[in-house]
């Protein structure tokens, strides 16, 4: 018999599974980053493990499953997380480098700009 705790559990687990792959949806021009392959493990960890859990536990009498997998849930989502924040980390490292590339940019066309009114004047 379904219970109140089972509907916010299954909610949870929808609105986390269905977060995880909107991230990998979102970030597929990255796939071969290894920050994009642990997003993926944790993804799957988190979401088909959890269902080929439920699917064994169905036959039989005693189904108490929910340990395995709140466990699942939790091993796969910290991998997931893992992941985000290792692209996170690549994403700032690159954003800092054009700014730095911008910069140099603003700093060389000034120069030049100096070097072509000397040149004028001399």
Request: hydrophobic letters at 55%; aromatic letters at 10%.
């Amino acid at each position: 018999m379904a219970t109140p705790s089972n509907h916010i559990f299954l909610a949870l687990f929808v609105g986390i599974s269905l977060g995880m792959w909107m991230a990998l949806v979102v970030l597929r021009g990255s796939w071969r980053s290894p920050a994009w392959c642990l997003m993926v493990g944790g993804t799957l960890i988190a979401t088909l493990l959890p269902a080929g859990i439920t699917a064994s536990f169905l036959y039989q009498e005693n189904f108490f499953a929910l340990p395995p997998i709140l466990l699942s849930l939790a091993v796969g989502s910290f991998v997931f997380a893992i992941g985000f924040v290792m692209h996170a980390l690549q994403t700032a490292r690159a954003l800092e480098r054009l700014a730095e590339l911008e910069q140099l940019t603003a700093v060389m066309g000034e120069e030049i700009s100096e070097k072509q009114r000397e040149k004028k004047v001399g």
